[in-house]
């Protein structure tokens, strides 16, 4: 017997170099590393990331943040437009609107993106200028009764006056 155990070796010299022998099997209660979370089916989940938080500068009364609604940088962002300017939007959305009103069912020619051309008859547009009705639209795949275009699609369209 002792020539068996001379021959066997010991557990120390069956590991690599600089591992250290565990006993006892795998614990039964395991905490996750640090870093992970996981879920009861054993999927791990993202830890979320931590987000700086922005704050703004003092304002010039010195208990306030933001910027003085006196200042240029505070009229931009509110669009502080001159009387004028707004006057000339004015302006142009009424010859928009009618030109609209004189579209109203007549023949027109829509160019939308990608270089289509369709035909139709002008129904309406909508008060956000989102989307055109039009009836009797011809496009190269065939004729739809009626239909909707939205504007963001419509570069230009084209209408005959009488």
Known sequence: MANLRRRTSSPRQCLPSGALRVRGGPTRHRRPQAGTGTRPGGA??????????????????????????????FQALLGGDTVAAQGA????????????????????RFCLRA???VDAVFGAADVEAVAFQVDALRTPLGVQAAALLRCADVLAYSFLLD
């Open 44 to 73: 791990t989940m993202p830890i979320p990331v931590p987000v700086g938080v922005l704050r703004l500068p003092r304002g010039p009364d010195g208990c306030s943040r933001g910027f003085s609604p006196a200042s240029l940088r």
């Open 115 to 117: 270089g289509v051309q």
């Open 89 to 108: 939007r004015a302006a142009l959305r009424q010859r928009y609107l009618r030109g609209l009103a004189a579209a109203r069912g007549r023949p027109t």
